[in-house]
């Protein structure tokens, strides 16, 4: 019998492209210099007081096997009830809600139940790279239509251009990871028309709903005309609660895709731990709409101090709409890579921030960091006085 070649013993053809993001990268290094950690998106501001406890009662009360597949009933309901009150969005939680592991989750299940390989899917550029990275991960091409530089307008000739035989589905990330894009009423309608007459299907990444500036509003693309079969919205509980290593999420779309959604989700992660999901539907259910509008008054006001620290700095940031990050060019930093220009500003002041070629094509993106400003007050004002000091 022939022995066993080396060459049997590879990776597969798409492991050599998936690598430890970026983002991680940059938090490993600046850990180990003790830095202020701006790189990821960690959310590491208290958790409300009503979460922890009902999880801790959960735990006590004997919540701790598998729950049902779609999660248990009173988040279900919960999520039911927050999505008609905030979103305008009616959905049954016996048949079109999905307790997921986190919105990464909620992300993968379902591109693994709705695309095939050789499938092609839009983004927007930049893009949040665990949203690419989950469509090479299943060998579905990602097709990049970058927006306008800094004021982030969706060219919509480019858009409809990117659109061929091929292509099956579009995500929507508003407010957006990097850049704080929020998706106006009209960018909305316009991408409902596209995706309607190509008939695609539309992933709405909604994570940062609760992050919005300056009298924008948040819409849910399910909401417009003509987009609630083809729209899977995807959310959760780990920037709003500040409860990102709990990883609950949750998704809603027509009863037709949850059913095999939910297959996919219970192969990979069986369910989302359930006292958890106690605690989240205790917060849906305790927490009155002033906490969220607290949310946005408090992160405005800490996007306005990283945006005054990067412009004393020289570093012009491009100041977000939404979300809890901000891109920043970042010319005046040595180095002929972002990634060299991180890890150079790291040691120049002890602030860890990201590659903006992170998110973006090959070539783009590599005179831009991401800074994310979600971090407790006296951290953040440490990370600012290091930036304004560079500047001087």
């Not at 022939?2 to 490993?28: C, D, F, G």
């Not at 665990?130 to 530089?149: A, G, I, K, Q």
Request: with cysteine.
């Amino acid at each position: 019998m022939p022995a066993v070649t080396e060459k049997r013993l590879h990776l597969s053809e798409i492991a050599p492209r998936i690598i430890q993001s970026e983002i991680r990268s940059m938090t490993v290094e600046c850990d180990a210099v003790g830095g202020v950690n701006l790189a990821q998106g960690v959310c590491d501001t208290p958790l409300p007081e009503v979460v922890i406890e009902a999880a801790i009662q959960a735990i006590h009360d004997g919540h701790n096997i598998y729950t049902r597949l779609d999660g248990v009933a009173v988040l279900r309901q919960a999520i039911a009830e927050k999505l008609e009150r905030h979103n305008g969005l009616v959905a049954d939680p016996e048949k079109e809600i999905l307790v997921t592991s986190g919105a990464t989750g909620a992300m993968y299940s379902a591109c693994l139940a709705l695309f095939d390989p050789g499938d092609q899917v839009i983004l927007f550029e930049p893009f949040y790279g665990y949203h690419r990275s989950t469509l090479l991960s299943m060998r579905v091409e990602p097709v990049l239509v970058p927006m306008e530089d800094a004021t982030w307008e969706i060219d919509f000739d480019r858009l409809r251009a990117a659109i061929t035989p091929s292509t099956r589905g579009l995500v929507i990330n508003s407010p957006g990871n990097p850049c704080g894009k929020v998706f106006t009423r009209p960018e909305l309608e316009a991408i409902a028309a596209l995706a309607i007459e190509h008939d695609l299907f539309v992933l709405t990444d909604e994570i940062y709903e609760y992050f919005i500036y300056q009298g924008r509003s948040h819409i849910s693309p399910a909401t417009i005309p003509g987009m609630a079969e083809r729209t899977i919205s995807i959310s959760g509980f780990s920037k709003t609660f500040s409860m990102t290593g709990w990883r609950v999420g949750y998704l809603s779309a027509s009863s037709k895709w949850i059913p095999a959604i939910g297959y996919f989700h219970d192969l990979n992660y069986v369910c989302t731990p359930s006292p958890f999901q106690y605690g989240a539907a205790a917060g849906l259910r305790a927490l009155p709409d002033s906490f969220y509008h607290g949310l946005a008054t408090e992160y405005q006001e800490k996007r306005d101090k990283i945006c005054d620290a990067l412009t004393a700095a020289g570093l012009t940031p491009a100041v977000p709409d939404g979300a809890y990050y901000v891109l920043a060019d970042a010319s005046r930093i040595e180095g002929e890579r972002a990634s060299v220009k991180a890890r150079n500003l790291l040691r120049a002041t002890g602030v860890g921030a990201v590659a903006g070629s992170a998110f973006y094509g090959a070539g783009r993106g590599e005179n831009l960091l991401r800074y994310c400003f979600a971090k407790q007050a006296a951290d953040l004002d440490r990370a600012c006085t290091a930036l304004r000091n560079f500047g001087v």
